[in-house]
């Protein structure tokens, strides 16, 4: 049958002037049907929405799509709200033992922005994927609430980020009515961008080795973060504009087919930025992202490999050459492949990290549970982390799975989208979303080198958030056609066709889905099968750390004095030992990094106790981190008689042991000299000589003459 011709007279009088034909798009279904159907010849598809239009009343049947796609969004907004507000519950009841209506202000602040927001997006943005926004307030949620628990200072200024990027967003949306009108501003969008990315470079300000920040005004501000998206608009319009010529191969280098010199500037030039951001900031993460997004959005606008091959052999040659040169390279190549060479020194940020991924296990320790601060930057580069160790593998792994779906929603808008700028834009923004994912993510559990680029929507950082929302706004803003746009006329088949188009973004969306099983099946190795080899590492102590989060029992003579006991400081215990050196070498000590010794570690199990699982109120306790309360330990010394003992050893060294008679039972065990417990950290530490240490006890390790 004929498309793009009115083969009924009466029809096309009824529908008034003589309009350009419309093409059939795949992302439309079958052809003449919006949104599925029984397919009819085009031409005639665009009379017949219009007749059942005037049968159901007006625009009524054609805008009840639009308004159901919104009013998904709102049931999935009001869906994810429970999860969040669920993640805040737990971790105040883990850090006040009690939840209050007040704990509940945050998430209901969130729900309040998101449904601006959605308000927003009903009105300016209504054919817009219904999911990309809730997805976004679950990820920002989580991140706030774990936040919380990890510096509540960092979460309240979270908040207001947080708020400010929703506002960003919302007004993204109002002041960008079609990415084709940024599009004609390409040059001064790139120009932008590079300058961006390089500013750092020139007068940015160091941190944790890299040079990624500027100091404005007493704020920092990661530049990066919005060089990113003006990048992917100028690579978007500038491929959309030349992807035929840069598509025609008229030379050949090295047994490949190139096009003309003049049209490969932009791929040479984004190479050039990569290893400029490589070298003069030591960024390897945003190096490998930007020049990543490109090779994405390059190859989907072409389809030709060898852009990619070519693109992927200069990144390498350039990497390998900076590995030579440069010594930070070096050195985060040489913390990838073997962390534990320098576990106290370099190695120090990736060790922790997976030494709190193999506590996490499958389940997690429990929120409250964990030792995020033992891990520099735990708020921003290594949030992953915290998050995984506390609610363990299904934890970590449903957020990669969000993180996925919001990608994949993200290139369905690619898909669908109804010119190339949009579809462009769209598998840009989300391959730089993707990307960093991946990159942060692997870096924190082994997969890849470390860098030090922030996590989407989750970890701390006031214009890594405020970006983030931009990137959404834009992406909603792809998937929303404006009213009345029509497919542009050429190019539907061939390769460079909307239909080969639509097919390469799925093939990108293919290797995206290859990156976040990648990510789940390494944090299964993890978390799983190297925990215990994890735990046994003679450099982890998180096992007396972690006894920290725990209060244990006390030690108290036969007659009631009580010689050690644990107070509770910020979010962790310490012991206390009241009566000083009293009766130390029965008590002996406990120290976070040597360890335990006397009654403080032959009774350990009993001083710690464990949860006994007998009822429920067992299970919410551990979900919500309620620590179980420790046995005490009653000895058989009595006071008045150690007493005795040790005043009798006053300025000598010996030993007195009193027994009773009747029983064995011991009433007295004093060693000269003595030692207060709380310093015996720092006696191990000066590594005093066994014979003269105050730590040796003579009444069990001395010899003397019968």
Partial sequence: MARGRDHDPGL?????????????????????????????????????????????????????????????????????????????????????????????????????????????????????????????????GVGLAFLTRLDPALATAQVLWLFAGVAVMAATLVLVPSLETLARYKYTTALAGVVLLLLPAVIGREVNGAKLWLRVGGMSFQPAEVAKILLVLFFAAYLSENREVLSVSTKRALGVWLPPARRLGPLLAMWAVSLVVLVAERDLGSSLLFFGVFLVMIYAATGRPAYVLVGLGLFGAGASAAYAVFTHVQSRIAIWLDPFADAAGRGYQLVQSLFALGAGGMLG????????????????????????????????????????????????????????????????????????????????????????????????????????????????RAGDAPRGEEVPEAGLTGALGRVALALRVRGVTGALSLLFVALIVNLTWVQVFQADALAANPANTRGLA???????????????????????????????????????????????????????????????????????????????????????????????????AEAALAGHRGAVVVLDPRTGAVLALASAPDFDPKEAGDILGRRTAVAGSPLTDRATDGLYPP
């Fill in 12 to 140: 096309r009088a009824a529908a008034g002037p003589r309009r350009a034909p419309r093409r059939w798009h795949p992302a439309e279904g079958p052809r003449g049907c919006l949104g599925g159907g029984r397919a009819v010849p085009h031409a005639r598809g665009r009379h017949d929405v219009r007749a059942r239009d005037r049968r159901a009343g007006g625009a009524g049947a054609v805008s009840l799509a639009v308004r159901t796609r919104r009013d998904t969004e709102l049931l999935l907004l009001l869906a994810a709200m429970p999860v969040i507000a669920l993640a805040f519950a737990l971790v105040h009841g883990a850090s006040d033992r009690t939840v209050a209506w007040t704990d509940l202000a945050v998430p209901g602040g969130l729900l309040g922005a998101f449904l601006v927001a959605h308000a927003v997006a009903r009105r300016f943005a209504r054919n817009a994927d219904p999911a990309a926004l809730p997805i976004a307030a679950l990820l920002s």
């Fill in 365 to 476: 320790t429990g929120i409250g549970h964990g030792f995020p601060g033992r891990i520099p930057f735990v708020a921003t580069d290594f949030i992953f982390t915290a998050i995984a160790e506390e609610i363990g593998l299904l934890g970590g792994a449903a957020l990669i799975l969000a993180y996925f779906a919001l990608c994949a929603r993200g290139m369905a808008t690619a898909v669908r989208a109804r010119s190339d700028m949009n579809a462009l834009t769209a598998a840009g923004l989300v391959a730089t979303l993707g990307l960093q994912t991946f990159v942060i993510i692997g870096g924190v559990t082994r997969l890849i080198p470390l860098t030090g680029i922030t996590l989407p929507f989750v970890s701390y950082g006031g214009s890594s958030m405020l970006s983030n929302f931009i990137l959404l706004a834009l992406l909603m």
């Fill in 546 to 644: 972690e006894e920290m989060a725990r209060p244990r029992g006390e030690v108290v003579t036969t007659d009631g004095k009580v010689l050690a006991r644990s107070v509770k400081r910020g979010d962790a215990y310490e012991r206390e030992y009241p009566e000083g050196a009293f009766a130390s070498h029965v008590l002996g000590y406990w120290d976070a990094k040597y360890g335990r010794a006397g009654i403080e570690a032959a009774m350990n199990d009993a001083l710690l106790s464990e949860r006994a699982y007998s009822n429920v109120g067992d299970l919410i306790d551990e979900a919500a981190g309620v620590p179980v309360p420790g046995n005490d330990v009653v000895l058989t010394l009595d006071s008045r008689v150690q007493e005795a």
